[in-house]
């Protein structure tokens, strides 16, 4: 039963590479590493994300001068065209895996319905 399951899992993986949203969102990306500088601000702009998520997630308080940095470079972010369409292009396929997940854990929310 493992292996069945496995197998449709690999499936759906293949079926997610062919899907229109990771196609979309592949060429926003490619888009985004053929600009040096905006492939800098996105690289840093993720950097410093996951610095204050692991600081917030130790229970430290991150700096003002890191929340003031993150701030900035999120409206730098939000005016750059091309990060702005990745992050839509994001939303996109986070629906449709949204969208598959609620497929799959149907039978646990039937379960504790019932």
């Known amino acids: 039963m493992s292996d069945k399951l496995m197998d449709t899992a690999s499936q759906l993986q293949s079926e997610l590479k062919d899907s229109a949203q990771f196609a979309d ?4 990306f490619e888009k985004i590493k053929a600009d040096p500088d905006t492939f800098k601000l996105f690289t840093a702009f993720q950097k410093l994300q996951l610095q204050l998520q692991q600081q917030q997630m ?7 001068t890191d929340i003031k940095r993150a701030q900035d ?3 730098q972010v939000k005016e750059n065209e091309s990060i702005s369409n990745l992050m839509t292009k ?14 799959v854990t149907q039978p646990i929310i039937d379960l504790y319905r019932d």
């Open 25 to 28: 969102l592949k060429a926003a």
């Open 58 to 64: 130790q229970g430290q308080q991150p700096a003002e």
């Open 73 to 75: 470079m999120a409206n």
């Open 90 to 103: 994001e939303r996109a396929l986070n629906d449709l895996l949204n969208d598959v997940n609620r497929v």
